[in-house]
């Protein structure tokens, strides 16, 4: 407010409207609201609220489009709106009135719109908020969106071989769907049973689990997991969809145990670490099976022998295996 608001009118020569008027420019100038009082008490726009004005601007002078596809009885309300008709965007021309309402007998509508080219579609592919829509692409998981494969891209989790067991574990289970799990060149070992996994009633857990993962990709060129125990499964991939293993190799022990003489086992198991040679993996893997008790052979006490016939005991059938092997393959 002036301080002597007098109101005279336009013209006047009193000094103190002289001096209203320093008084008011000096806050339209300077002053941070965006309007003050003029000496005749009408609002006017200050430097500052002209500067908030443009920016504004700037901000909604690009392209506005109409969601609604090409009809009759759309309204536009601005001559920055845009309306796709006939994979072309078109805007109201500058002779037509605002508002105007489409009749839909086709464009341009006898001359109240012209096409604006590409300038819509470019402005929207650099939109963040509506670009990646625009936008369609081919995944391995089918047809989607750029926004939608960006969401799921190559998330790339890289496991090396400084990694603990537990610290691979908890990349296994934590990556999500569509993701890429990168075994980085290098000996990983020696790997052991992961007691701790769920859902193994059986004692027969892995060394490693992947469980209920969509479009996963394991990949280890160059990467070898390993694991000291004989019969032990590294790693099991359980209820998964479109999953891939690409490039990984696995090393076990790489010697087979002897025969046990009683049994004719190659290793005698405990409850919690079993092992059975019978032909029971299915249903009893990763060394889940206690044949710590067994004391009859696995022949029914009738041991084949090198040289034909049978024993109570183990006696030479390690030969005899050898000897079937040799004749199989080599004929001798």
């Not at 075994?183 to 892995?206: E, I, M, S, W």
């Not at 190659?266 to 004391?295: I, M």
Request: aromatic share 10%; glycine share 14%; with cysteine.
């Amino acid at each position: 407010m002036a301080t002597y608001n007098t109101q005279n009118p336009l013209g006047s020569a009193d000094p103190r409207d002289l001096y209203d008027n320093a008084e008011n420019a000096d806050r339209l100038i300077n002053g941070a609201d965006n309007s003050y009082p003029d000496r005749l008490g009408n609002a006017r726009l200050s430097w500052a609220g002209i500067e908030d004005r443009f920016q504004e601007f700037l901000l909604t002078s690009g392209y506005q489009i109409i969601e609604d596809p090409y009809a009759a009885g759309i309204e536009v309300t601005a001559r920055n709106q845009v309306i796709l008709a006939d994979g072309e965007y078109w805007r109201l021309s500058a002779s037509a009135a605002l508002p105007y309402t489409t009749t839909g007998a086709g464009m341009p509508e006898g001359g109240s719109f012209v096409s604006v080219g590409d300038a819509a579609l470019r402005q929207a592919l650099i939109d963040p908020a509506q670009g990646g829509e625009l936008v369609r692409v081919t995944t391995l998981t089918g047809g989607q969106s750029l926004a939608e494969a960006l969401d799921g891209r190559m998330l790339v989790i890289n496991i090396t071989p400084s990694f603990t067991q537990t610290e691979i574990a908890a990349a296994l289970s934590d990556a999500p769907d569509g993701s890429t799990i990168v075994f980085r060149p290098g000996l990983y070992g020696a790997l052991v049973k992961d007691t701790t996994l769920t859902g193994f009633p059986d004692n027969d857990q892995p060394c490693l689990l992947l469980r209920g993962k969509t479009g996963v990709t394991i990949y280890g060129a160059g990467a070898v997991l390993s694991t000291d125990v004989h019969g032990q499964g590294i790693l099991e991939l359980q209820q998964c969809t479109d999953c891939l293993v690409e490039g990984l190799t696995t090393l076990g022990p790489a010697n087979f145990p002897q025969l046990d003489g009683t049994t004719g086992r190659g290793e005698k198991g405990t409850a919690t670490d079993g092992y059975d040679t019978r032909s029971f993996w299915n249903t009893h893997k990763n060394n889940s099976f206690d044949t710590s008790a067994n004391t009859g052979g696995g022949f029914g006490g009738a041991f084949p022998q090198y040289g034909g016939g049978t024993a109570s005991t183990v006696g030479g059938m390690e030969f005899w295996f050898y000897r079937q092997y040799c004749i199989r393959h080599y004929g001798i």
